[in-house]
């Protein structure tokens, strides 16, 4: 059964007046002989067993005063001639407008036949009845009595009721505005209260419907005497008293009314598997109206309770992170935006990062990467002083909101940030950034930004490989500077907005083309272009360089073609980040190219620097070794300002070495330039690495690096970065090869 239905218990009848016992009738006539006779008339009269008890007044002007006191007058006989000639008219005009009384029913009396007021004047006052005083005999003044009494009656209930429906409508209003259970649940005992004018106490309980003993059943809200109750379990000794009615309730699924108390039964079990229970302790009995209006907003509170286990569903979804059970960024969006600027001031946000997640969950995959997120979380939450609130902002970065006094030094963040885990036997080693940002610095600014801005710095620390950073007020243009141009490099790599540049490789002694270099170029929607020394450094920390460079792989196999189809058979190089090594995806596309035989492996060179190899050496050893296995070329750029030790480079994975420009360009002047130069072509020579030389801008540059031992070169002595048309037509004109 559901919990429609009502149970009343045992209870008699009892129809207004029950309270004054009588029928309250006025009289209002200035002629004594006849309101002697009505009163004559009128006594002992009794109707639905309750007595008449008759009041009078012998002008208008004594009625009001009657009327203003007794409130519970149900009807009134008034003589229209007294005082004046329409003073019976006034009088009811009064009582209508002035007093506002619109249900006591009004029957007016003449001595005069032809007196009667007009229909519109009877409609306008709601005067029920017109007698002439000679016509109203004992009995038809007991039958109109009779009849608009009842009318009366009538009318009182349903004044009752729509007040007593006004305060549940305000009730329900306030009801449906609290969406928090507890506030929810004291906000039903109150109203319950209001409507049925009690002041005794209650209690709101709630339990999981599984488990149905009354010991697992809270107190979740309470108020009068069960004040002290709240949060214990319902098997307290003050409760016994309701304990068969309470059984009864929960097993019926009913409400249960009783003479001193109610309890009422309500469930949500098809949202949140949750059942409640009211206690309404009433010790002045409440009457059938106030039982009738309980019923009417105990709907309410069915509704009520399955709002808010609904609203609290969607929360969970919308502000909770699944697996962890924490806020999600909206979760902590909303947090931070309901704090008060008194509370930012003394609070500070710290993003705690896992560096290079996203490669973690390509290596081992998302559901594990979630338990390592779990233990994660455990171990950091020991870490940290306890938090306000605890998000999950972003894959591998949480977001802390700490009161600020309680935050650790930058120096023992810096000592934290290398953790070691264990999961499933195999010990992780995660290397973290902490980022704090301090709320006051940015006391009124939108959550959203604050998170932005705090993302921002943590991105700007990851570049730098920091562990720990803080926000500074000065950074806010910068890092909204960087927002833009994120969101223009994020706007490119969706609408074709990079393109590529090669540069001939050439060798110094033929001045003929052995090779190129594929440069990217991006270009915003204003047609400008963004050197890739502002935007590559960004593309990394953000990880969107390995969309970027996948693109620039399938531009470099395009331009292999097209230089194929005018018969320059050159290998061109691509760079790749660090952050490409570790994407799976990467390195998969550049297998399947070779494969799938798109292009001969020969025609592809993979350059990376020098010191993003040796950052993690041997991991991409590994796989740059793959690639030489295949036939592609590797490329070490940047070669010399990643101090590789001797021992690394006899063993690199690699085909080229290429100089770093900066040791060209010292070479005229630096003498300890000119001895690395030399240096790294002995290396060459004995590893049997292939030298480059980069950034040749002189000829006395190109004279020293051929004394080197150094033949082949990139710089703008032999040509700039062109389009690939201006390359074809560069090729005729510089290059034996090709065409001819
Ligand atoms: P890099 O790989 O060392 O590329 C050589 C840079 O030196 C290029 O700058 C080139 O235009 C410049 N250069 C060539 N000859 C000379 C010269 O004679 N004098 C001087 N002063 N400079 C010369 P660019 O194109 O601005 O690229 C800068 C850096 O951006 C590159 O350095 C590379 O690290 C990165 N980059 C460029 N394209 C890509 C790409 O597709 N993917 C990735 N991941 N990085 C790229
Ligand atoms: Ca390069
Ligand atoms: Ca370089």
């Known amino acids: 059964m559901s919990d429609e239905a009502f149970h009343f218990a045992e209870e008699k009848s009892s129809a207004l007046p029950a309270e004054a016992g009588c029928w309250k009738v006025l009289t209002v006539e200035d002629d004594a002989t006849y309101q002697a006779s009505l009163l004559h008339n009128l006594r002992g009269l009794v109707i639905e067993d309750n007595p008449v008890e008759v009041l009078c007044a012998s002008s208008a002007a004594m009625a009001g005063g009657i009327l203003a006191e007794h409130t519970d007058i149900a009807l009134a006989l008034v003589d229209v001639v007294m005082e004046e000639d329409d003073a019976g008219l006034t009088l009811v005009r009064t009582i209508r407008e002035v007093l506002g009384n619109d249900s006591i029913r009004v029957i007016l009396l003449t001595g005069q036949p032809g007196m009667a007021p007009r229909k519109d004047v009877m409609l306008r006052y709601d005067i029920d009845e017109y007698w002439n005083k000679s016509d109203l005999t004992r009995e038809k003044l ?4 009779r009849s608009n009494l009842r009318t009366w009656q009538y009318m009182e209930k349903l004044n009752q009721a729509k007040k007593g429906l006004q305060v549940i409508i305000d009730a329900s209003r306030n009801l449906y505005s609290k969406h928090d ?21 209650g209690i709101v309980c709630s339990c999981m419907n599984t488990v149905r003993t009354d010991s697992d059943f809270t107190v979740i809200a309470a108020n009068g005497d069960y004040q002290s109750l709240n949060g214990l379990p319902l098997t307290t000794e003050q409760l016994d008293k309701y304990s068969s009615t309470l059984a009864l309730a929960k097993n019926s699924h009913e409400h249960q009314f009783r003479h001193d108390f109610s309890v009422l039964f309500f469930e949500t079990s098809n949202i949140d598997g949750y059942q409640y229970l009211v206690i309404i302790d009433s010790p002045v009995k409440p009457t059938e109206q106030q039982i009738y209006l309980l019923q009417v907003f105990s709907e309410n509170i069915r509704t009520g309770f399955a709002n808010v286990a609904l609203i609290n569903r969607v929360t969970k979804v919308a502000y909770f992170d699944d697996t ?25 946000l710290l993003l705690v ?46 977001g802390i909101v700490i009161e600020a006094s309680k935050v650790p030094d930058a120096g023992v963040l810096e000592m934290a940030s290398e953790r070691t885990l264990s999961l499933s036997g195999i010990e992780h080693h995660l290397l973290l950034s902490f980022c704090r940002t301090d ?8 959550a959203s930004e604050v998170i932005e801005l705090a993302e921002a710095t943590l991105l700007h620390a990851d570049e730098n490989k920091q562990a720990y950073c803080e926000y500074k007020s000065v950074y806010k243009d910068q890092i909204t500077g960087r927002t833009l141009l994120l969101q223009k490099v994020q706007k490119a ?27 990217v170029r991006l270009h915003d929607d204003d047609g400008n272009m963004i050197a890739p020394l502002e935007f590559i450094p960004l593309a990394e920390a953000s990880g969107l360089i390995t969309l970027i460079d996948q693109q620039v792989l399938g531009m470099t196999l395009e331009a292999i073609q097209t230089l194929k189809s005018f018969g320059y058979q050159l290998p ?19 297998f399947s190219v070779i494969a799938n035989k798109l292009v001969s492996p020969e025609l592809l060179d993979i350059e990376i620097t020098e010191s993003e190899m040796i950052a993690d050496y041997d991991k991409f050893d590994v796989l740059l070794k793959q690639f030489v296995e295949l036939g592609m070329g590797v490329s070490i750029d940047d070669f010399g300002t990643g101090y590789s030790s001797l021992s690394r480079i006899t063993g ?21 330039d000119h001895h690395v130069v030399e240096m790294i072509c002995r290396i060459g020579e004995r590893f049997g690495y292939k030298i480059v030389a980069e950034g040749v801008e002189t000829e006395a540059q190109r004279r020293i690096l051929t004394e080197a031992g150094c033949y082949i070169a990139q710089g703008y002595l032999f040509a700039r970065p062109m389009p690939l048309d201006s390359i074809i037509d560069w090729l005729r004109n510089n290059d034996g090869a090709g065409e001819s």
């Open 652 to 672: 690199l994975s690699a085909t080229t070495l290429k100089i770093d420009k900066s040791f060209v360009q010292g070479l005229e002047h630096s003498a300890s």
């Open 142 to 145: 007991h039958a109109v009595l």
């Open 353 to 398: 990062a896992i560096r290079r997640y996203s490669d973690m969950m390509i290596a081992f995959g998302e559901s594990y990467c979630r338990s390592l997120l779990l233990s994660f979380m455990e171990d950091i939450t020991e870490m940290l002083p306890e938090p306000t609130s605890l998000a999950m902002v972003n894959t591998g970065v949480f």
């Open 572 to 590: 061109v190089s691509f760079n790749a980040s660090a952050v490409d090594l570790y994407n799976r995806n990467y390195s998969k596309a550049i």
């Open 439 to 446: 709320l006051a610095l940015m006391s009124r600014l939108p």
């Open 493 to 519: 790599i969706l609408n074709r907005g990079l393109s590529l540049l090669l540069q001939p490789k050439v060798d110094m002694k033929s001045g003929r083309a052995v090779g190129f270099e594929a440069l």
């Open 324 to 348: 962890l059970n924490i806020y999600n960024r909206s979760g902590l969006l909303r947090e931070i935006g309901s704090m008060s600027e008194q509370e930012r001031n003394h609070s500070v």
């Open 181 to 201: 259970l507890q506030a929810f649940s004291q906000s039903v005992l109150d109203d319950i209260n209001r409507i049925i004018d009690n002041d005794g106490g």
